[in-house]
């Protein structure tokens, strides 16, 4: 699956999109929270650095079944 496949799947990438002109990079983002739940949703809440548009994202997760962290805080 290309990233433009995956883009166009991601409920809410149409406003991501519309707001930053195109898919923005999320390399250098900041973290800004990461809150997992065992059941339900979980949330990633990150600021891509875009000076010129100011945003956070969220991404949204459900059914995670492991998860590896690595570098979360400097």
Request: without cysteine.
């Amino acid at each position: 699956m290309t990233t433009k496949e995956i883009e166009a799947r991601l409920p809410g990438s149409d406003a991501v999109i519309k707001w930053f002109g195109n898919w923005p990079s999320f390399h250098d983002a900041d973290v800004v929270s990461l809150n997992l739940a065992r059941k339900g949703e979980s949330t990633l809440r990150v600021y891509p650095y875009y000076p010129n548009k100011p945003a956070t994202v969220v991404f949204i997760f459900e059914k995670i079944t492991d998860v590896e962290l690595a570098d979360f805080s400097r």
